[in-house]
């Protein structure tokens, strides 16, 4: 398999992952047919739409490859129909949206590279392609974005950037090595919510009480 075909998997793969996990959560909040196939979409297709405009592919695959938008929205149809039989809608989210964010920063980052992006900017677009998805999905459908929350999410999506550039530029992005760094991210991911791993809050301290003012 070639690196662009294998490219073209992945990526139509993160499609339906993504779409699964956006009908999944807009199934969880009770949304009509419409509004589960919306919400699949633009969670499919938000973060590769951003990478395509960025690294200045135009129109953007979502717009040009009818095989994105149809996937997108077939596989969020089918989480519609097929919900009675998806039991614990919130671990299926969890994982679906884990596998996706390891496949889509796999291929925005290897895209950005191809487009000549330099390894520190492309390591930035490969995460945000990862998270962009799940900011939309979790913006429509009324959650805290998991971006903006303690859990490891986009530090996830940027650790497999990194590695992704790192194989890159050792001559080793090849199927199966990428393969292996999607899996990272997806483990890396399950595991941090497993293990409750966070990134560092600021702490809040009440406001001092009682304090004494300029004597007169």
Same mark, same amino acid.
């Given at each position: ?42 969670? /499919? ?11 200045? $592919? ?5 717009? #040009?490859?009818?095989?994105? #938008? ?43 590279? $191809? /487009?000549?992006?330099? #390894? ?22 009324? $959650? ?6 303690? $859990? ?28 292996? /760094? ?19 809050? #600021? ?14």
């Amino acid at each position: 398999m070639t690196t662009s075909t294998a490219l073209l998997v992945a990526d139509l793969t993160g499609v339906a992952v993504f779409a699964a996990s956006g009908g999944s959560a807009a199934v969880a909040k009770r949304l009509d047919l419409f509004g589960v196939v919306f919400v699949g979409v633009v969670a /499919a297709l938000g973060g590769g739409i951003f990478r395509d405009l960025v690294i200045d $592919e135009v129109p953007p695959l979502a717009f #040009a490859d009818w095989r994105y #938008a149809v996937t997108a929205a077939a596989t969020a149809a089918a989480v519609f129909w097929l919900h009675p039989q998806l039991a614990r809608l919130r671990t299926t989210v969890l994982v679906l949206d884990a596998a996706g964010l390891g496949l889509f920063t796999v291929t925005g980052t290897l895209k950005a590279l $191809e /487009a000549h992006v330099p #390894a520190v900017g492309a390591c930035m677009i490969g995460m945000l392609t990862a998270i962009g998805g799940g900011l939309g999905r979790d913006l429509l459908t009324g $959650e805290i974005p998991v971006v903006l929350r303690r $859990e490891i999410y986009a530090l996830a999506a940027l650790a497999g950037s990194i590695v992704v550039a790192l194989m890159s530029a050792y001559g080793q992005a090849r199927t199966v090595p990428l393969i292996a /760094a999607a899996a990272f991210v997806f483990l890396l991911r399950l595991v941090s919510l497993r293990r409750r791993w966070s990134a560092p809050v #600021a702490t809040l301290r009440p406001p001092r009480t009682g304090t004494r003012g300029p004597q007169d």
